[in-house]
Every structure is written in C-alpha cells, then in structure tokens.
C-alpha cells in the first residue's frame, strides 16, 4: 500500500503510474543519474542542450512575422513549438540541467550524497552550456538570422535583448516559476507508459511557462549567444534588410547575457528542486 492508502497498481499494466509511483521512480532515476560515468553525463547534457536549442530556434523561426496576431496567440504557438526541446530530451534520452532539480528527491531518500548531487548537477549543466551554445554557433554560421529577408535574425535579437534587459529580481521570479512547469512536465512523465503519453504531459506545462515569459536558463543559453554573434558578427547587408543598426540593442551586452544566465540558473534550480521535488518528497517519500 502507498502512503496514501491506494494500492499501487502492477508494474506491468498499462495505466498511468499513480503519484506516490512516481515519487519512487523518481527516486530511482536521481540515484541512476548519479552513478553515471562523467563521460556519459557531459555527452548526454550536450544532447540535452542541443535539444532544448532546437526548440528555442524553431520558436524563433514560427514567431518571426506573427506580429499580426493578438500577442497571445502569438505566446501560445511558441510555447506549442518550443515544447519539441523537453520532448527530444525526455523521449531521445539526454541530461537536462533543469529537469535534473528533481534529483533532489534521491538525495533527501539518502540514496545518493550531496557530493554526488552536486557532482551530476555540475557535469550535466558543463554539457548543456557546450550543446547550447554549440547548436547557437552552428546556426550562425548556417546564416539561419539571415532567412525571411533577415527577419528571423531581427526577431532574435529582440527576443534576446528584452531578456538580457530584466531587472534581477524579476528575471529570479520569472526563472523560479518556469522550472517549476519545467520540473511538473518530467514529473509527469514519470507516470507515462509510452511515447505519446509523456508527449501529452509534456506539451502544456511547456507551452504555458513559454507563454506566460518565464524564464529558462539553458534555452537563454542558446537566445543570448545566437543574438549577441549576430550583433558583433553579421554583414552589412542583413542590418540593411532589416532597416536597424548593431547599435539599436544596446541592452544585447556580453555582461547582461552573463547576468541572465546567473540569476536564471538560481532561480530554476530553486524553482524545481525546493518547489517540486522537495514538495513532492515530503508528501509521499519522508516516511521512508
């Protein structure tokens, strides 16, 4: 019996895993992730990192000329397209600093240490930098900013800029409530028995953290290095299709984009490992 009275149901079955299930599965796959090698969590977090890029670049791209459409509409169908980041690491397999808050859970049940936390926490989040921020370097030298006339390129510099503009503590606010949707969709999937069930579980907490501008550190480290190589590097030409000058961004900085991500980390990692996992711990796992 679970510690809510209900009776788990067979692990073979078909339906849904019930919450105290998923607590415990989330507890196995903290402890998993923690006895990986160092190898395998950098590599699978330049996956993750990759992946979440693809969703943040396609985002880019749906949104580029949407202007035309009430500003919700246009929230909702980037949230919509942006999910297909969290989808590829979930379903593919990848280490996603944001999802990983969770492992928390597994630290608080003594199956794995602090050091060991802080040990898959480090070499997940070094691979996600180099998978962001690698797929942001590739998609520059594609000249991808340059499609649409130079009209995707203009749409992330502006995403950028009005991120690398947030006040600290709104930009810690912003980024505390996203990983709690980000950590509610792994959550989830905890429960899911098969592909489309965690697609289906994933969607809307992505589209909704997307929508309502909330703030997601390895997205922004993918945003902000793509806009910032635009400014520094793109040709004359792209700033004479779009009709701007390097010059209009000037809140696009190397310092504002460091700060961005700094707080933003802080406040997913408070966001998802004290506002979801701890909470959900507390309420199925303490006894244990």
């Known amino acids: ?161 009005a991120k690398a503009a947030l006040p600290t503590v709104q930009l810690f606010f912003l980024a505390v409530l996203c990983n709690v949707l980000v950590c509610l969709a792994v959550w989830m999937s905890f429960g899911a028995r098969g592909v489309a069930d965690k697609v289906m579980v994933i969607v809307p907490p992505i589209t909704a953290f997307v929508a309502a501008g909330f703030e997601h550190s390895i997205a922004n480290l993918y945003f902000l290095p793509f806009a910032l190589a635009i400014k520094a590097w793109a040709g004359a030409g792209f700033w004479t299709a779009i009709g701007q000058a390097a010059a209009d961004y000037e809140a696009l900085t190397l310092g504002a984009a460091l700060h961005n991500i700094a707080v933003s980390t802080l406040g997913n990692l408070i966001g998802g490992s004290l506002m979801v996992g701890a909470v959900y711990w507390f309420v199925y796992l303490r006894r244990r």
């Open 1 to 161: 019996m679970s510690d809510t009275g209900e009776k788990p149901r067979h692990a073979a079955g078909i339906d849904a895993l019930l919450p105290p299930e998923m607590a415990l599965a989330c507890e196995t796959a903290g402890a998993a992730k923690a006895a990986r090698d160092e190898i395998g969590l950098v590599v699978l977090g330049v996956l993750a990192g990759a992946f979440i890029a693809f969703g943040a670049m396609f985002m880019t791209v749906v949104v580029t000329g949407a202007g035309d459409l009430p500003w919700g509409i246009v929230r909702l169908l980037a949230g919509l397209v942006f999910s297909l980041g969290l989808i590829l690491v979930i379903v593919g397999g990848a280490e996603l600093f944001t999802g990983d808050s969770l492992m928390i859970v597994a630290c608080a049940s003594r199956r794995i240490t602090i050091v060991s936390l802080l040990r898959a926490w480090s070499l997940v989040y070094l691979g996600n930098i180099v998978g962001a921020v690698g797929t942001a370097a590739l998609m520059f030298l594609a000249g991808q900013y340059e499609f649409g006339g130079g009209a995707v390129g203009r749409t992330a510099l502006g995403v950028a800029s």
